[in-house]
């Protein structure tokens, strides 16, 4: 049943699959996402918390830093890459006097080379978790200039070699978190197929909640438009959003 599932799963975009990728081991998706997906040469993690597949956290931020490093390497590998191969980070934090910390993981594990990286200080994350880090990789680390969604890159989505980029999309309508979530994607979609693309072949998101306690309403909405294989995902509660209660950026293939 499985071997069939993941078939059904995988996507073929110019002969290339996207194949998501679900680690036996590691902490369970807490919402309608993949851990990680492949697309070519390319390998996609969705964010990672402190915990183990276990639910065990550490009890220091350093002890954290690690793990989460650790469930991003566990990935990286069912995609036949390591931590050597990642061409960008992603680093989500709740207390911003945590960061040298986390900085100091950072230069231990890349031996001193780390990645480029952009770090979004927030006040709350999905399940409480104090940190996240997500991450792209390539085989060979040639990005193509390809880019991680972020908050603060505006609306509009241009091509970037094998990618589509959208910067972030905020809801122009809806009284609540569900029919904000369906607007966002609707607008997403309609821009994505403007340039040859859709929401079926995305491989990174970034879900931005102005409330992280409408986690479950945004996860059931979301998942309405990702029905065979949903994309990595990245979910935060920043400190502000432009206006409404989601918004979301993304990078989708050609």
């Known amino acids: 049943m499985r071997i069939v599932l993941l078939v059904l799963l995988s996507i073929s975009v110019f002969g290339q699959e ?9 902490p369970k998706p807490v919402g309608p996402y993949s851990p990680g997906l492949s697309f070519g040469d390319f390998v996609f993690v969705s964010g990672q918390g402190v915990g183990d597949g276990s639910g065990k956290r550490a009890a220091d931020t350093r002890g954290q830093a690690i793990q989460c490093l650790n469930n991003v390497r566990n990935i990286l590998k069912l995609g036949q890459l390591d931590i050597a191969n990642i061409t960008s980070l992603q680093i ?4 911003k006097a945590q960061e040298p910390i986390v900085d100091q993981v950072l ?4 031996s001193g080379k780390i990645p480029p990286r952009s770090t979004l200080f927030v006040p709350r ?23 991680a969604p972020a908050l ?14 959208c910067g972030v999309e905020v809801a122009v309508g809806g009284a609540d978190v569900e029919q904000q979530t369906a607007s966002v994607l609707g607008a997403l979609d309609a821009r994505l197929k403007l340039l040859g693309s859709s929401l079926s072949k ?3 998101t970034n879900v931005y909640l102005a409330d992280i306690t409408e986690f479950s309403k945004m996860n059931a909405a979301y998942a309405s438009f990702f029905l065979l294989r949903a994309p990595t995902r ?20 050609k």
């Open 18 to 26: 996207i194949k998501p990728l679900f680690p036996n081991s590691g």
């Open 92 to 95: 989500y934090l709740t207390d």
């Open 107 to 110: 230069k231990d594990t890349f």
């Open 125 to 147: 994350l999905p399940v409480e978790t104090p940190l996240e880090i997500t991450a792209f990789a390539h085989k060979t680390k040639q990005t193509g200039e390809l880019e």
């Open 152 to 165: 603060d890159r505006p609306a509009g989505c241009k091509a970037v070699k094998q990618f589509i980029q």
């Open 202 to 204: 995305v491989v990174a």
């Open 234 to 253: 990245t979910t935060a509660q920043p400190f502000a959003l432009p206006r409404g209660r989601v918004a979301i950026s993304l990078v989708a293939t």
